[in-house]
């Protein structure tokens, strides 16, 4: 569809939102208001006159406080005490161009969401500002408030008009439903000591540091995460018929969980890996432009992202025909063996590192047993000269997981890989074995078999406790799942 926008039609957002200030006064002149354009007739002058009337009032009833917004208010408050008398400010970020006037769907960066619990519905260009006071600070929303029905943004600019993209919140709306002060965009004024997220290190790192740790909303919504995702790889096993057929397999399988993931969530975390066959060796396989053909494996990688922004990370691989051949078995379950001795290592006081250590020595030995090193296990495990068996799982086998699927990224190494586990941390645990097509080091029968278990891993006081376990996991398991659901 073609906006009838008064602006150029590459101008960015920050041009758009120049040319269509909200504050402009009501046009009246269709000349004036319509720039000449190679695609559209002006609007007539009747349509100007009458287009900003007629329109009942906003409902002036306000939201109670979303569940997240105490939450939210908790996680500020440990902001406030790291930097007293210092003013943070935390942008949102905005719209990203893809393509000429289409842009990515908006996003907003994970430590806006944190902090303020605006999630899917965030507004593009927002920013959160804790203002210093005498005493801690005063948390301000800035955002572009909806325009008024008098301007000519509210029907003519196609990135934030409510004629073109719905309905947009008022700053009082807002307000009540964070319970947070809010401002108009334009009233937000960068300062030169400002300490700005993704611009200064030492805040960068404190509110990725901060969500190490999930409080209890954030369980419920990594669960719920969970959940859904559950039910999107429960559609790709069931339309595997269907997904077999189809010479883009891999991308049918992509389509399936990604209308589970919009349908029942926000969106995909990530992009959805679907790599049958030889691509499962390929870590991050994204084209999934391959056929999914009877005899082979196939591996999905899939996140759903729930409306908070919160995103499960779970990997499953599948033999295509519904049962595995011995070679795809004993690889699946050395996998899976890997996998268990990560889980029994997780314990609250253990380094976090442990967890990849312990899927190693598995992943070690039996490829040692296969004859597939050059070195015994023993060797391959030293820190110093081994890493044979690291050309068969490149990868890491954990990392934290929250509103961002490789959650708390700039979390310094002594509280991320060499940090102790704690009760309240959530991560992955997901090793693989990829033998890739050409490598000549492992006989045939190996040769573009790839496989991956992935798991979402809660740690609690008790020991750590997987929310992913009711997704079928053992070999037999995964074939009962397919006999089950794809006949
Ligand atoms: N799910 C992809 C990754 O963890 O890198
Ligand atoms: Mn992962």
Redesign the pocket.
Known sequence: MDAPSTSDTTATTADRQIADSPTAEPQSDAVELDAPSNRKAPFPRGFLETISTGWAEHPAELPQPREQAAWAARRRARVSEAFPGRRVVVPAGGLKQRSNDTDYPFRSHSAFAHLTGWGRDAEPDAVLVFEPRDEGHEAVLYFRERADRTTAEFYSDATVGEFWIGPRPALDGVAADLDLATAHLSDFQPGDHDLTVDVDDEVTRFVSELRLIKDEYELAELALAVEVTGRGFDDIVAELPRIIEHPRGERVVEGVFHQRARSDGNSVGYDTIAASGPHACYLHWTRNDGAVTPGDLILV?AGVEVDSLYTA?ITRTLPVSGTFTDIQRRIYETVREAADASFAAAKVGVPFRRLHEAAMEVIAARVAEWGLLPVTAEEALDADKGGQHRRYMVHGTS?HLGID?HDCAQARRDMYYDGLLEPGMVF?I?PGLYFQIDDLTVPEEYRGIGARI?DDIVMTADGPVNLSAGIPRTADEVEEWIARLSR
């Open positions: 990688d990370d990392h699927v992955t997901e992935e």
